[in-house]
């Protein structure tokens, strides 16, 4: 059977990638997508390929990406090989743009969403202790955070405000339904 892309959205700080880390390692029917964004991977956090603006174009041009997006000043793309993976069965999480969704639909028919939220004094604080961002990038973050879903996007919408095995575990029960 084929995989599903399943997107993981919501605001910068609400815990994306570490929800998904933590997925993967959980589940073994979930593979994480190895974004390719113009930063520097010496910034830490995800794992990604960090290239130039001109080579990020040029992949761009040549249909390296089967998404892509720009947001926070960055330039971010899913690559198009996400298809073999999908192809093997493996369900594939990916950190999106909430303004992408619609395209992702389109792109990957079984996509599905899982909408991350966490109340705003919790966001402040961990993009602060984070400490991959200046200040004024985290409050140009915080300043996205209120951003809704696309209208017609259907997501699981989990609060990540509390403990990470909560959350984790809401994600896989709405991935994975237990049949009685
Ligand atoms: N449930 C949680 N409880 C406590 N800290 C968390 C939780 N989820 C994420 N974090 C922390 O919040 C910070 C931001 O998480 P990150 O995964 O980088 O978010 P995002 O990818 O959405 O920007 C990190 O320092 C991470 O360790
Ligand atoms: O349009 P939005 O839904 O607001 O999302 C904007 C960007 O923020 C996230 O990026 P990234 O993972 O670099 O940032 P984060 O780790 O701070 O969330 C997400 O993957 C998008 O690329």
Redesign the pocket.
Known sequence: MTGRLIAV?G???VG??TVMEAMAQAEPRVGLVRRVITRPTTAG?EVFDGVTVPVFQGMERQGAFALS?A??G?H?GIPEDVDVALGAGRDMLA?????VLIKARARFPGLRVIALTADPETLAHRLGARGRETDADIAK?LS?AG?GLPAGIEATVIDNSGALEATVRAALAALYPVRA
Not at 95 to 99: A, F, W
């Open positions: 959205v605001p910068s700080g994306k990638d956090g997006w947001a926070h960055l971010y950190n999106l743009s909430r303004g973050r996205r951003t």
